[in-house]
C-alpha cells in the first residue's frame, strides 16, 4: 500500500502551497467549488460525448471542453485559482486546455507519466513542449481509497537520471503517494512531474475537470493551433483575457552578457518565496 497524503492542506500558507508545488510537484487546494459549483458542473459534464481510453472503456475522456459554454468554460477564469498562479507565475497567465475525465468502476488506474515532453509527443502534440505549465484537476467527487486517487511519485521533476525521461511510463513506484481529498478540491501538478491515479475498485464514478495553464514567457518549441475568432468571441469577459496566442514565448537569443537595466532584485526567484504569509 502506497503512503497516502491526506494532510489538512487548509493549513498550508501561501508560502508552503508555492514550495509543495515546486518541490514536491504537486499541491491540493481545497474547497474551491461549493456544492451548488459542483451541482451545476455535472448538470453539464453529463451532457458531454466521450470516448474511452485505448487501454479501457471504463476511463472516459472529453477533450476540448473549454468552449462548452455554461460553468464549465467559466471554471477557467476561477478567482482562486487564478490568484495562486498569478503567486506561482508572476506577471501573464496563459490557457492551454481544459479537458474532461470520468473514472468509472472496473478503472483499471493510469500510468505513471508526465504531462511534459519537451520535443512534443503524438498524445500531448506541442503542448507538452512548454517549459513551464501547471494542470490543475478539479475533482467533482470525493478521491477516496478505492475510487481512482490521485497518484504521484514527489519531486520526480526534479530528476537528471535517465530513469527521469519524461517519455517513460511506469507501471507503479515504491515511493509513489496516494492524495485523497473531498469533491471540491483541486489538485496542482507541475506537468513534468511523474503522476496518475490508482484504479476505481469502488462503485460509483469519479469525475475531473483539468485546466492547464503556463507563464507567458514559457511557450512550446513549435506553434501549436491557434484559437479561432469565433470561438473567442464567445466567450464571456471574465475569461476572454486568458486566451492569448497559446504560442506565444518570451526569449532573446541574441541576448548578452550585460544587457542594459538588469534588475537587482526578482522575488519569485529567492527563496523567501516559500515563507509568504496568506
Not at 55 to 65: A, D, E, L, N
Not at 170 to 199: C, D, Q, R, W
Request: contains cysteine; proline residues 7%.
Amino acid at each position: 500500500m502506497p503512503r497516502i497524503d491526506d494532510r489538512d492542506w487548509s493549513r498550508l500558507r501561501l508560502g508552503e502551497r508555492i514550495r509543495q508545488i515546486e518541490v514536491e510537484g504537486y499541491v491540493v487546494l481545497p474547497d474551491l467549488l461549493s456544492a451548488a459549483d459542483i451541482g451545476q458542473l455535472k448538470e453539464e459534464t453529463a451532457k458531454l460525448p466521450t470516448q474511452g481510453a485505448d487501454y479501457s472503456p471504463s476511463q472516459r475522456f472529453g477533450g476540448f471542453v473549454h468552449f462548452a459554454g455554461g460553468a464549465i468554460t467559466e471554471l477557467i477564469a476561477h478567482a482562486g485559482t487564478l490568484s495562486f498562479l498569478g503567486e506561482l507565475f508572476g506577471e501573464g497567465i496563459v490557457f492551454m486546455s481544459c479537458a474532461y475525465a470520468r473514472s468509472e468502476p472496473g478503472h483499471p488506474g493510469i500510468s505513471l507519466h508526465t504531462d511534459g515532453q519537451p520535443w512534443g509527443s503524438k498524445i500531448f502534440g506541442y503542448e507538452g513542449s512548454c517549459p513551464c505549465m501547471v494542470r490543475v484537476l478539479y475533482y467533482l467527487d470525493d478521491l477516496t481509497l478505492d475510487v481512482s486517487p490521485f497518484r504521484v511519485v514527489p519531486g520526480s521533476h526534479l530528476s537528471l537520471h535517465a530513469d527521469g525521461n519524461p517519455y517513460k511510463r511506469y507501471a507503479s513506484h515504491p515511493e509513489e503517494v496516494m492524495v485523497t481529498a473531498k469533491a471540491g478540491s483541486a489538485v496542482l501538478i507541475n506537468h513534468k512531474v511523474f503522476h496518475g491515479n490508482f484504479p476505481n475498485t469502488g462503485s460509483r464514478s469519479r469525475e475531473m475537470i483539468a485546466i492547464a495553464y503556463r507563464p507567458r514567457w514559457a511557450g512550446p518549441m513549435q506553434a501549436v493551433a491557434a484559437w479561432s475568432e469565433e470561438d473567442l468571441a464567445r466567450l464571456p469577459a471574465s475569461v476572454r483575457p486568458l486566451f492569448v496566442d497559446r504560442s506565444v514565448r518570451e526569449w532573446e537569443f541574441e541576448g548578452g552578457n550585460k544587457p542594459a537595466n538588469m534588475a537587482a532584485d526578482a522575488p519569485g526567484i529567492g527563496p523567501s518565496r516559500w515563507t509568504k504569509r496568506g
